[in-house]
C-alpha cells in the first residue's frame, strides 16, 4: 500500500564514510526527488529526474549523486560524508498527467554524521 | 525566482480557537500553493492546494486557504483547534505552470503550531 517508500529510515555513520538510500513509488509517477531538511527543518530540493533523466540539479556538491535505474526508482549516494550531511532526506514523486503538480512524500530518512 | 514566506515560526492557540497560519508568496507566473503538515518525526503530509481553480480551498483535517492575489498570499486556517492540530506546518509554491509536469517545490520556513488546554 506504501506509495512512496524509503530505506533505512534512520542511518548512522562516521564522517568519511560512503552511504546510499533508496527510494522507490509504486504510483506509476514519472518524475521523482530528493528534498534534504536541514537542522533548522529547512526544505531544499536537491535534484530531480523524470523518465530516469535528470532536470534539475540544484547546488548540491557533487559528493552527492542520485541514480534512476528505473522510472520507479531514484537512489541518492553519498561520498565522503561530513557533519553538515546530517539531516533528513525526503524522496518524492509526481505525474505529468497530475496538473496539479502535486508531490507525494516518502516518510523520510535521518540521515546522522559522527 | 519564485519565494514563501510564513509570517511566524511559532504560533500558539488555546484548543477550540481559531487557527491562522500566514504565507505570503512571490512568483512572476500564476503558481500553484501547496499546505503540508508534517508530525513530529514524520514525513510530509498534504493538506490541501491551490491550482488556480476555486480560490478558497478546503483540505483535510477542517482546514482551508484562500488564495488573494492581491495580497500575493495564501493563509491557512481552521475554524477551532485541535490538540492532534499541534505540527509543523509548511506552505510551498511551484511555478512550471505551462504544462510542464515537473518543478521544484519551494518551501516557506515553517510554523510550528501549538495547542495547548
Known amino acids: 500500500d506504501t506509495a512512496v517508500s524509503q530505506t533505512p529510515k534512520y542511518l548512522v555513520t562516521q564522517m568519511g564514510n560512503d552511504k546510499s538510500i533508496k527510494c522507490e513509488q509504486n504510483?506509476?509517477?514519472?518524475?521523482m526527488y530528493w528534498y534534504k531538511q536541514d537542522s533548522k527543518k529547512f526544505l531544499k530540493i536537491m535534484f530531480s529526474?523524470?523518465?530516469?533523466?535528470?532536470?534539475i540539479n540544484e547546488t548540491v556538491p557533487n559528493r552527492f549523486s542520485p541514480k534512476s535505474p528505473d522510472k520507479a526508482h531514484l537512489n541518492l549516494h553519498i561520498n565522503s560524508l561530513e557533519l553538515g550531511d546530517s539531516a533528513v532526506y525526503f524522496c518524492?514523486?509526481?505525474?505529468?498527467?497530475?496538473?496539479?503538480?502535486?508531490?507525494?512524500f516518502g516518510p523520510g530518512t535521518r540521515l546522522t554524521v559522527l | 525566482a519564485q519565494s514563501v514566506t510564513q509570517l511566524g515560526s511559532h504560533v500558539s492557540v488555546s484548543e477550540g480557537a481559531l487557527v491562522l497560519l500566514r504565507c505570503n508568496y512571490s512568483s512572476s507566473v500564476p503558481p500553484y500553493l501547496f499546505w503540508y503538515v508534517q508530525y513530529p518525526n514524520q514525513g510530509l503530509q498534504l493538506l490541501l492546494k491551490y491550482t488556480s481553480a476555486a480560490t478558497l480551498v478546503k483540505g483535510i483535517n477542517g482546514f482551508e486557504a484562500e488564495f488573494k492575489k492581491s495580497e500575493t498570499s495564501f493563509h491557512l486556517t481552521k475554524p477551532s483547534a485541535h490538540m492532534s492540530d499541534a505540527a509543523e506546518y509548511f506552505c510551498?509554491?511551484?511555478?512550471?505552470?505551462?504544462?510542464?509536469?515537473?518543478?521544484?517545490?519551494?518551501f516557506g520556513q515553517g510554523t510550528i503550531l501549538t495547542v495547548h488546554p
Open positions: 529526474y523524470n523518465n530516469k533523466e535528470l532536470i
Open positions: 504510483l506509476g509517477h514519472d518524475t
Open positions: 510551498a509554491v511551484i511555478t512550471n505552470a505551462g504544462g510542464t509536469s515537473y518543478g521544484k517545490l519551494t
Open positions: 518524492a514523486s509526481s505525474s505529468p498527467r497530475d496538473a496539479n503538480n502535486e508531490q507525494f
